[in-house]
């Protein structure tokens, strides 16, 4: 069993879904997709490319926010061979029951476990509706346009500023976010959340990841992040901010 992320959490690199699910089965291996970085931004089509088995989080493009629910994907074939290590109330055949041995539901239920946080699941409710409403399809176009600006104006503004592309340049090999390496990316992120309110990540050892959610980022906005950024290095402003790491970036 090998795990695969569809898309790289570091540079953005979109993987052939297809192709490795195809490779795998017939070496008689079993592929489990991590989904995360690519569910409501890149399309997937598990069942069409005969995909078994995957998780993912749906905080991210699918718009359910911090601590939203994960989720996971088994075919339908699979379903009755699988057993879930954790036995919880809503897993079981009969909820209340619980003066007998555990006794899981058929099929995908059995994952089901402890109550579900209800909050969260209503805005990853919205999340989806709003994200099924656009459509995937039109979703991924914007998202390369999105992504297609960042490369542009990393090279015009950014490159001579000492930044390296640090994803794909093809933007059918990229998903919804860019990487740009410098080797200040940490002071610079640091630099750019408290001095310039553009949030990205930091991503060891030098990246500086720019995510782009497609349903509602604009393309000013990538236009005034990017031109902020290259405003805060031309002044040097990163070497002006706490270099120590924090724990959150």
Request: a negative charge.
């Amino acid at each position: 069993m090998v795990v695969l992320a569809h898309v790289a959490y570091r540079s953005g690199a979109l993987a052939d879904l297809a192709a490795l699910t195809a490779a795998a089965r017939e070496r008689g291996a079993t592929l489990v997709w991590d989904l995360s970085h690519s569910a409501g931004a890149v399309p997937v089509e598990l069942r069409a490319h005969g995909v078994e088995l995957a998780v993912g989080c749906t905080y991210k493009y699918l718009n359910g926010g911090p601590g939203a629910p994960a989720f996971l994907y088994v075919a339908r074939e699979r379903q009755a061979a699988l057993r879930s290590p954790i036995w919880g109330w809503f897993g079981q055949s009969d909820q209340f029951a619980m003066e007998r041995a555990y006794d899981p539901v058929p099929g995908i239920g059995r994952f089901l476990a402890g109550t579900p946080p209800i909050l969260d699941l209503a805005a990853v409710e919205e999340g989806v509706k709003l994200t099924a409403e656009a459509g995937v399809a039109a979703l991924r176009e914007k998202s390369i346009a999105l992504g297609e600006l960042i490369v542009a104006l990393h090279d015009a503004w950014l490159a001579p500023l000492g930044f390296e592309l640090g994803s794909p340049r093809d933007p059918e090999r990229r998903g919804s976010h860019v990487s740009l390496r410098h080797p200040d990316a940490w002071p610079i992120t640091r630099a750019l959340i408290e001095r310039a309110a553009v949030l990205p990540d930091f991503r060891g050892p030098d990246s500086i990841r720019l995510g782009v959610a497609p349903l509602y980022t604009r393309y000013v906005d990538v236009w005034d992040a990017l031109d902020r950024l290259r405003g805060i290095v031309e002044r040097g402003e990163q070497r002006d901010v706490a270099a120590e790491p924090a724990r959150v970036t």
